[in-house]
C-alpha cells in the first residue's frame, strides 16, 4: 500500500507550535524498524521513532501499519509473560493534595497557602495527620488489601525527620531558601515522611510511596544522597517507589510542562538511590502534551538504560495525559490528549523496546475500562490495582473516587479470554482466579482470606475520580 492508499487514524496536536530542539526525524525506514522488532533485536531510537509513528516518511498514523506494530507487540507479550493479566489489591492513601510546584500538568495539587490556618479559602484539598493515615492503612489491611499506594503534594511543612525539619528551620528565610514553612502554620500537621511511613506500616502490608520528586523534597536543603534518602525511609517502612514524576525525561519538554521540578537526570539518580538502597522501583511515562515522537523514544531508552544499570525496575507504566482541569489546556498551550491510535502505539512500542522490563501496564484510571481492556492486546500484562480508597470505603460524601473490587477484574479479564492473577506489588507471589468461583477476594494482603474487599456489596461499584498525575 502506498501513502496516497493508506488511511490515517486520528492524532493530537499541540495549539502552540512549540520550537523543540529535539525533533522526530530519522534515517530509518518503518520497513525496516518493523523487521527488527519482529526477530525481537533491540531497537534503536530510530527504530522506536519509525514504529511509533508508523513511519515518518507521511503525517498521521497508518492503520494498516499500526495494526503489524500492534500485533508483535501482542506476540512478544505473550512469549515473554504469557496470558496473565496481573493486578494488585490496593489502597491509595494519598496524604496531602498540599504542593506549591505548579506543574502545568496536574489537576491534583491545591496552591500550599490555601492549607494555613489563616487562610479562609475553599480549596477542597485535604492532608491527613500521622494518626489518620494509620487508621486508614489499618482499616484497608484488615479488608484485604496487599499494598498501600501513597503519593502526594510536596507540603512545605514536610520534613524527612526531626534532624532535617532542624536544619530546615535554621535557615534565615526558609520558606524562600528551602521551600519550608513549620507545620503550626498549617490547619493539619502532615508530620515527617518517616513518622507518615511509620504510620502506615501495618503488619505486612507492602508501602509503595515516596517518588522521586518527594525524595527530592525530603532532602532540600541539605547534601544527603538519595541512597540516604531512601535507606531512611525504607528503615520507617518503605519497601518500593513508584517511578511518577518522570513525566517525559528531556529538559526540553520539562521546561515547558514542570519547570519547578527536578531535572531528568536528578529523576534517575533518586531511581538510582532508592534501588541501592535495596527498594524495587516502577518507571512511568506521561505522554500526549506538547511533547513530539523522538522525546517518547528518547525517555524509553533512558528508561531502558536505566534498568541496564539497575535490574530494579518492575513494572512500565504508560500514562496518558489527561488534559481537562490543567493550566496546560486552560492556557491553550495544548488542544486535548494523546488519540487512541498514539495510546495504543504507546503500549506497543514500549513493550517492544523495553526488553528489559517484563511488565507493561494498561491504567484503567487514565484510559477507562474499554480502552485498557484493549491495551492488554497491544502489548500491555498488568491491570494496575483496586484503588480502595478511605472515600469508597466510607461511601462518604458525592464523589467515590476510583475503584475496580477483584470481581471486576475476574469478569473483565475473562472476557478478553484472558487469565486473571492477583499479584503483589513485586510480582513474585501470584494467584490465580477461577471465574466460576462464587465470591472474589483478594489472598495475598496480610490479613487477606479471599473475603471480597467491601463485603458483598463491591460488585461493579466505580465512580470517577481525580488521581494524581506525579
Ligand atoms: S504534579 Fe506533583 S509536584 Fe507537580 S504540582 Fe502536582 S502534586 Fe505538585
Redesign the pocket.
Known amino acids: 500500500m502506498n501513502a496516497d492508499e493508506a488511511v490515517f487514524d486520528e492524532t493530537s496536536e499541540s495549539t502552540l507550535d512549540l520550537e523543540f530542539s529535539i525533533r522526530p526525524t530519522t534515517n530509518q525506514s518503518f520497513e525496516n524498524a518493523l523487521a527488527a522488532a519482529r526477530t525481537g533485536d533491540r531497537l534503536s531510537i530510530a527504530d522506536g521513532i519509525e514504529l511509533i509513528t508508523t513511519g515518518t516518511d507521511s503525517s498521521g498514523i497508518d492503520t494498516a501499519r499500526k495494526r503489524k506494530v500492534l500485533e508483535i507487540a501482542d506476540r512478544r507479550r505473550a512469549e515473554r509473560v504469557g496470558d496473565a493479566v496481573t493486578f494488585v489489591a490496593n489502597l491509595n492513601n494519598n496524604v496531602t ?1 498540599a ?1 506549591n ?3 502545568l ?2 489537576n ?2 491545591d496552591s500550599s497557602q490555601q492549607f494555613e490556618s489563616n487562610s479562609d479559602a475553599d480549596h477542597g484539598g485535604f492532608t491527613k495527620t500521622p494518626a489518620v493515615s494509620r487508621e486508614t492503612v489499618a482499616a484497608a489491611v484488615d479488608r484485604g488489601i496487599s499494598e498501600v499506594t501513597s503519593v ?3 507540603h512545605p511543612a514536610f520534613a524527612l525527620n526531626a534532624e532535617h525539619r532542624e536544619i530546615l528551620t535554621n535557615h534565615d528565610n526558609p520558606a524562600r531558601q528551602v521551600n519550608y514553612k513549620p507545620p503550626e502554620k498549617y490547619t493539619v500537621d502532615p508530620g515527617t515522611y518517616v513518622q507518615q511511613l511509620r504510620a502506615m506500616s501495618v503488619d505486612d502490608v507492602h508501602l509503595h510511596s515516596i517518588t522521586p ?1 518527594e525524595a527530592h523534597h525530603a532532602r532540600r536543603g541539605t547534601n544527603w544522597s538519595y541512597e540516604d534518602i531512601y535507606t531512611e525511609l525504607r528503615k520507617a517502612g518503605l519497601d518500593s517507589a513508584p517511578g511518577t ?1 518522570a513525566e517525559i525525561l528531556v529538559d526540553e519538554v520539562r521546561e515547558v510542562i ?1 519547570p ?2 527536578m531535572s531528568s537526570a536528578e529523576w534517575e539518580a533518586a531511581i538510582e538511590g532508592a534501588v541501592n538502597a535495596g527498594l524495587d522501583v516502577t518507571a512511568t511515562i506521561m505522554y500526549g502534551h506538547v511533547e513530539n515522537a523522538a522525546h517518547q523514544i528518547t525517555h524509553l531508552n533512558r528508561v531502558r538504560e536505566l534498568q541496564d544499570r539497575t535490574g530494579g525496575i518492575t513494572e512500565f507504566v504508560p500514562l496518558s495525559f489527561i488534559h481537562q482541569n490543567t493550566p496546560l489546556y486552560e492556557r491553550g498551550v495544548v488542544s486535548g490528549g494523546a488519540s487512541d491510535a498514539e495510546d495504543e502505539l504507546m503500549i506497543a512500542v514500549s513493550r517492544l523496546f523495553l526488553d528489559n522490563i517484563d511488565n507493561i501496564q494498561s491504567s484503567w484510571v487514565k484510559f477507562g475500562d474499554e480502552k485498557a481492556l484493549k491495551l492488554l492486546n497491544c502489548g500491555a500484562n498488568d491491570f494496575m490495582g483496586t484503588i480502595l480508597s478511605e472515600e469508597i470505603t466510607t461511601r462518604a460524601g458525592g464523589t467515590h473516587g476510583e475503584f475496580r473490587s477483584v470481581a471486576d477484574y475476574v469478569e473483565m479479564i475473562s472476557a478478553i479470554g484472558r487469565t486473571p492473577v492477583e499479584r503483589s506489588t513485586d510480582y513474585t507471589r501470584r494467584h490465580e482466579l477461577t471465574p466460576d468461583a462464587r465470591i472474589h477476594g483478594p489472598t495475598l494482603g496480610p490479613r487477606a482470606d479471599g473475603t471480597p474487599l467491601l463485603g458483598s456489596d463491591d460488585n461493579g461499584l466505580t465512580a470517577p475520580g481525580i488521581v ?3
Open positions: 493534595t504542593c510546584t505548579g506543574c500538568f496536574c491534583f495539587k502526594s503534594g510536596l520528586e514524576a514542570c519547578g521540578k494524581a498525575d506525579d
